[in-house]
């Protein structure tokens, strides 16, 4: 009975790789976002998606790209993964966008 | 743009002392958020305060926000090791939802 899951876990790959990373939340909520935390374990906001429809996109490279196909789903796809794309992302999820956010365990992401 | 500076970055306590963590906004805070994480996990959400004043408990965990609604304090009594992580304070950063975080506060409970 997860609230928010990712998978994979964790996800070792070489540069210049294409890697997706899934996101499900069970929880009825209408907007979910992805986080990165770096090697100093600061965390950022990436995007965040209401209704299907992408809201916020903070200033990532575009070789970014999430991609919701339903209200309970967001994913991240990474093309040309570079060293500097290793971190934890974090999937997370609200219903509307002024209540607590409910996160996903992670998904450690090592680029080599 | 909006920051969060919360402090100290790192604290050691002896097992069943208390202690305070930080965070001060830039700005007015239209809410403030406390999240524990534990190495590996995800952020387990702890506590959120929109009114200046507010103070809310839970088990051994108070936080609050003063009144002019820039800074937030959390405070843990009589702290164990199950309290040790890093604590973080996130504010959301317009309507849209989208919450910045402070750096963290790493926290180390000694039995």
């Known amino acids: 009975d997860t609230a928010v899951s990712q998978t994979p876990k964790y996800l070792v790959t070489q540069m210049g790789n294409d890697k997706s990373i899934k996101c499900e939340q069970n929880?009825?909520?209408?907007?979910m976002y992805w986080y990165k935390q770096d090697s100093k374990k600061f965390l950022k906001i990436m995007f965040s998606?209401?209704?299907?429809?992408?809201?916020i996109n903070e200033t990532v490279p575009n070789r970014f790209s999430p991609k919701s196909p339903d209200k309970a789903h967001l994913n991240l796809h990474i093309n040309s993964l570079e060293l500097g794309d290793s971190a934890v992302y974090f999937c997370?999820?609200?219903?509307?966008?002024?209540?607590?956010?409910?996160f996903g365990p992670g998904t450690r992401l090592t680029v080599l | 743009s909006q920051e969060l500076e919360q402090s100290p970055q790192s604290l050691i306590v002896q097992e069943g002392k208390n202690l305070t963590i930080n965070c001060t906004s830039s700005k007015t805070l239209y809410g403030l958020y406390w999240y524990k994480q534990k190495y590996g996990e995800g952020l387990i959400f702890l506590m959120m305060?929109?009114?200046?004043?507010e103070e809310k408990s839970h088990e051994k965990i108070t936080a609050k926000l003063d009144e002019k609604k820039q800074q937030s304090s959390l405070h843990i009594t009589a702290s164990q090791p199950s309290h040790a992580g890093i604590y973080l304070c996130g504010a959301p950063r317009g309507s849209q939802g989208n919450l910045i975080f402070g750096k963290g506060t790493k926290l180390s409970v000694k039995p």
């Open positions: 929880l009825g909520h209408d907007t």
């Open positions: 997370a999820s609200s219903q509307l966008t002024i209540n607590e956010q409910f």
């Open positions: 305060l929109q009114k200046g004043g």
């Open positions: 998606y209401n209704n299907k429809e992408l809201i």
